[in-house]
Structure formats: C-alpha cells, structure tokens
C-alpha cells in the first residue's frame, strides 16, 4: 500500500539553485496539496489542486510553483531556492476537497 | 495569522492516565475539525475528526470534543499507552474551502 509518495526525502540546495520535488498517489483522490512545516508554525498550505488540471495558491505561495501532471502527480518547482525555504515539505491527497488528508512521508529541504 | 492555535507546545503523561490535548481556534467559518498524529521521519496521519454540527466524536481510546461558542476543541485519550508518544495537530477547515488550517502541534510523551 503505497498512499502518498514523495522524493528525494532528504536535499541540500544552495541559494539560487532550482529543484523539483515529485509527489503520485495511487488512491485515485481527485485533490492534492503541499504543504510546509516550520517549527513553532504547523503545517502551511503552499498549493493545492482540488482536481486534474486546476491549481491554486494557498497560504504561503511565494517562491513556488506547482505543476498538476496528470491524476496521479502533483510537483512544486522551487525556481531559485531561498533559506527561508529551509523546511520539510509534505504532499497530501484527499478524495475531495473538505476531507481527511493522506500525507506522504516528507521532503527535508536545506537551502544553504 | 494563526486561525489554529495549539498552546501547549508538550504534555507528559503517565501510561493509562487521560491525556488531554487543547485547541483553539478563531476563524468562526471553520466547519470541520481534525485531529493529525506524526511519528519523527513520517507524515501526518488522521485520527479522528468531528463537524460542527456535533459537540463529541468518539473513537475507542480517543474522544474529540468540540465547544462552538468558545471556538475550542481537545482531544482525550483513555487510556493513554507508550505506542501514542507522538506529535499531535489539530486542523480545521471551512466549507469547500481547500485551505486546511493547522496548529503547531503538542508533542505528547507517555511514561511507561
């Protein structure tokens, strides 16, 4: 039962450098998310699709993009990466919108 | 702005007490209410939930209440084991609305 999957778990980038983090659920859910977690603040919606082909922002936007592949996958593109970016990024899917999430198990990012 | 906050950033508890987990929120939208658990190197996993249209939730050792008028929930777990050591994250949503807000988390500890 994979769920959520999401690679690499672990990254080091320096400042200005792009990557890409990839996210696929095998759950046929409709809705995708990623989301940030920093100490002391929970975890922040970054973007979210509610369905294949649609996207939109979420709290923390800024500094992210986000491309909805196919039902299947959801990846954020960090074009020029900031320490401020220094996070654990988590992906989710739900069936629809408004429901219990299913995480994957994280990306630790470090932008030095 | 944190629309979720959880105050307590621990709690340490002994095994086969009550474990009591508090959330506060201020976002009077909020319709739907979670509760996460996160074990180190893995992503959030759901544990109970309850809507707005109800006070309590129960789920064996696990009872969600909620007090509308106080924009308050806590989560209360009889009785409490070792195996439930763990961050726990209190989410709330709006409607359809995609942007799942959550708290910082409370880093329970229960001593065999």
């Known amino acids: 039962n994979a769920g959520v999957t999401q690679t690499p778990k672990f990254q080091v980038l320096k400042t200005g450098q792009s990557m890409t983090l990839q996210c696929a659920q095998d759950m046929n859910h409709n809705s995708m998310y990623w989301y940030r977690q920093d100490p002391g603040m929970g975890l922040r919606l970054i973007y979210y699709s509610a369905s294949e082909g649609t996207t939109d922002k979420g709290e923390v936007p800024n500094g992210y993009n986000v491309s909805r592949l196919n039902k299947r996958e959801f990846s954020l593109r960090l074009e020029s990466a900031a320490p401020s970016q220094t996070s654990v990024y988590f992906c989710a899917s739900s069936p629809t919108t408004n429901e219990k999430l299913f995480f994957g198990s994280g990306t630790q990012l470090s932008v030095l | 702005d944190q629309q979720v906050k959880q105050n307590s950033p621990s709690l340490s508890v002994q095994e086969g007490r009550i474990s009591i987990l508090n959330c506060d929120y201020t976002?009077?939208?909020?319709?739907?209410f979670l509760w996460y658990k996160k074990y180190p190197a893995e992503g959030p996993t759901f544990l109970i939930s309850?809507?707005?249209?109800?006070d309590k939730n129960e789920d064996g050792r696990f009872t969600v209440f909620l007090n509308k008028s106080a924009k308050h929930l806590s989560l209360h777990i009889v009785p409490s084991q070792p195996g439930d050591s763990a961050v726990y994250f209190c989410?709330?949503?709006?409607?359809?609305?995609?942007?799942?807000?959550f708290g910082a988390g409370t880093r329970l500890t229960v001593k065999p």
């Open positions: 976002n009077s939208m909020f319709d739907y």
């Open positions: 989410a709330a949503s709006a409607g359809n609305n995609n942007d799942m807000r």
């Open positions: 309850i809507s707005s249209i109800k």
